[in-house]
Structures are given as C-alpha cells and as structure tokens.
C-alpha cells in the first residue's frame, strides 16, 4: 500500500495514513512516498519493517553512514543538519509548551567519544533497528571517527587468530561480548575495553591495540547483556584524559562521561554563566563533570552523587585540576539545607528528579536551580510541579546528539518574588 510520510513523530519515525491506520516508517523523512507491505505491533503501535521509499523527499540528503536504515543509531542521518536542529525545536515546543533555541553540535560526525560495539555471532556493530538479538556488521562508525575502523580492524584480526568464540546473545553464550571505544576529542587519547564472559584472554592481546593508550579486560559475571563488567587487567594507562575548556577529567571503563566532547564545552560554559552568587550545591554530581570546572573558575562547590565510584573519580578530577570542592555519596531524596546555596544544579537520570527532592525544594526554596535534562518529558513534569515557587529564566536546547531524536535541556530557574 501507498501513502506518503505527513510528519515525523517525536521519536523521528515517519507517519503514514494507511486506510484508518497510523503506520511508523523509521528512516523516513516528510514527502517521501513509501510502498508499505507489512508491518508490526511495537510498543502500542503499528511499525514497518518491510517497506519501500519509491519517491524521496525533497528534504532528504544522502546519508554517510553504509549502514544507514540498517543500524538502530542514526535514525536521521539522511536529514540535511538543519533539518535536524528545526525537528528537535518542534520536539521541545510540543513537549514543554514553550519555543526553545537547540543550539547545534559543533561536529556532527566523529562527535561521539564512546561506542559500544556488540562482538556476535552475527557480527560485529551496533543492533539492528527493532531487535535486540541482531546486529549489523561494521568496519565503521562514522559518529566516533576513523579511529573505530583500526580499532576494529585488529580486533577481528585478533579473533581469527586465536579462534575466539564470540557472543551469541540469544542464547547468553560466547566469551567475547562487547569492545567499548572512549577517546578524549581534545587529547586524542584511546582506550579499549574488552568485555568478555568467563574464560582467559591471550595474553598477546596487547600486541594486537599498540595504538590504544589504554587496554582493559573486563568479565561480564552477571546473566544481563551489558558492556561492562568487573574489571580483570589493564594494559598501558589506567585512565585517559579529556579537555573540556580548561578543565582536564580523567575516563574510565567504569564510569559515565558527556558522550559529544564538542558540545559538553557548550553546555558546561554556559551553565558556568548562569550561576548565581557563589555556594553551588551539584546534584548528581557523576565524576565532576559540572563541579571541578566550576571550582576552577572561583565557586564553592559541593558535589552529591549516589555511586561511590563516581565520587571517588571526582575526587581525582578535583585533585588533578588543583582546585577545591568536595564530593560525598549521597541520594537526591536525602539532600539537606538546600536554602543555604545560592545555586542548585541538578543534572538527573531520564526519570527525573525524585518526588521526595521536588517538596524538599519546594519547602526549602533555594534562590535559584538550574536543572539539566535528557528527557524532555520528565523535565516537562518536573517543571510543571516547580512551577509552584519558581518561574523559567532561561531555557536552551543543546544538541548532543546529532542524527537522532535525543536532546539535552539546560533550563535556570527563579525563586518566585
């Protein structure tokens, strides 16, 4: 059947009118004419997967990526940029309620500074679009960059070699998983994280990544299909560096980092630039990322986050810049006193902040908030529940993640007069 994409949805498919039927057409762009033949039920509503682009839009490009339409990642690849910059302005206009700038990525391709590339049985990349238990086969990602292909290159030479068996993850067998790339944008160091079942790794696994500056090996010991695990040996530098403005942050396999390098610098100045008064209080606070560079330029900052670990690469971070702050583990629920900062930066998970923390501030009404989010929805609940004592000062999008629906939100909040 016959029908033409109207609009895309606010996860970036495509909707097409099928008789009385809505039909989700993934890697679809407004005025395509697409041939649909079958489709699905997926998550409450009618997705295709057999279909057919028999007159393209005006409004498409060509994507780079080979892979595109096959791969889960870059659903908007084929998207000319501004087109992509106009949609996540109408995203964020329809959720919140208000116009909202989304200030572009300042790269668009090799802007990711970590991938988490599946080594299967069905081959080595990223899930198929829809599954879990398919992958696409790569030589690259072209949103890390070139240093992916010789990365791959050597693991799959790697693999031949000694014959490794690889992960079938439908059955939750195989030794070799997952191979994490993080590499700091502005230093150009490279680490590589083997994550593997139980079993040994050669031991000449170092001389196939002589370009990585740092090597890990990590056992997967649970039955979940994750791309970390407990950490058995490292090869070369226990940590890689990342530049951000003027601040230097240290990665680890094991910890949690703005994945575009080029636009955190955006994010982190202009929250820098919307601070009031002096004591900043920065909740989920992770290794630092907002608190060391505000320490640096001349705030006092305390740091809450609830994983220890995080705490611990804050406290390094905080130590290799050579300024002042502290970082305690804590939950958001039990923050104390927030009415003695002058800011409170929050920066939660997709579920947003916890109830308990909404009437905390609501009662302790601290001057102002600025709150970072990766969820429009939730952010849109939180605000509305805020709404009570505080009004929005400024808000802007940041486009973190170019060629998919994602979008960051930076939004400073006033204590009501």
């Known amino acids: 059947m016959r029908a033409k994409i109207e609009e895309l949805d606010m996860d970036g498919f495509g909707k097409a009118r099928i008789g009385r039927k809505i039909i989700y057409v993934p890697f679809t762009a407004p005025g395509d004419i697409v041939e649909v033949k079958k489709w699905h039920r997926e998550k409450r509503r009618l997705v295709a997967h057999d279909y057919e682009v028999v007159e ?154 002589p370009f990585a500056d740092s090597l890990y090996w990590s056992i997967n010991r649970s039955r979940s299909d994750v791309s970390f695990g407990d950490i058995e040996m490292f090869w070369g530098n226990e940590f890689i560096r990342e530049k951000i403005d003027d601040a230097v942050y240290l990665i680890h396999p094991n910890s949690f980092f703005q994945t575009n390098s080029y636009q955190a610098v955006n994010l982190i100045k202009e929250t820098s630039q919307l601070i009031d008064g002096e004591r900043v209080l920065d909740l989920y606070s992770g290794v630092g990322t907002f608190g060391v560079y505000l320490a640096k330029h001349g705030f006092a900052v305390e ?39 002058d800011t409170v930066i929050v920066d939660p998970p997709r579920a947003g902040l916890h109830p308990k923390l909404i009437k905390k501030i609501l009662k302790e009404k601290p001057n102002t ?49």
């Open 369 to 417: 908030i600025i709150y970072i989010s990766c969820n429009p929805k939730t952010l849109a609940s939180n605000l509305a529940e805020l709404s009570e004592k505080y009004s929005i000062e400024k808000a802007k999008g940041f486009d973190m993640f170019p060629h998919t629906p994602h979008v960051e939100m930076l939004v400073k909040l006033h204590l009501k007069v």
């Open 56 to 209: 393209p839009s005006s409004r498409r490009k060509d994507p780079r990526c080979p892979y595109f339409g096959e791969c889960g990642g870059c659903l908007l690849q084929h998207l000319p940029y501004n087109e992509q910059i106009k949609f996540k302005e109408e995203k964020l206009h329809r959720i919140l309620g208000f116009e909202v700038e989304v200030m572009p990525s300042p790269e668009i391709y090799g802007h990711r500074n970590r991938i988490d590339v599946v080594i299967s049985i069905r081959g080595i990349g990223f899930r198929r679009r829809g599954t879990w238990w398919d992958v696409v086969d790569i030589e690259r990602c072209e949103v890390f960059g070139k240093r992916s292909e010789t990365a791959l290159r050597a693991l799959r030479e790697f693999i031949e070699d000694f014959n490794l068996s690889t992960y079938n993850i439908q059955e939750n067998k195989g030794f070799l998983r997952y191979i994490v790339l993080r590499e700091g944008k502005f230093t150009g160091e490279l680490m590589l994280n083997l994550v593997t079942g139980e079993g040994m790794l050669p031991k000449e696994v170092e001389d196939y990544f």
């Open 303 to 341: 740091g809450i986050e609830i994983n220890p670990f995080a705490v611990e690469m804050a406290k390094k971070n905080t130590e290799l810049n050579g300024v002042e702050a502290e970082f305690k583990v804590g939950q958001d629920k039990d923050v104390e006193n927030l009415g003695a900062y």
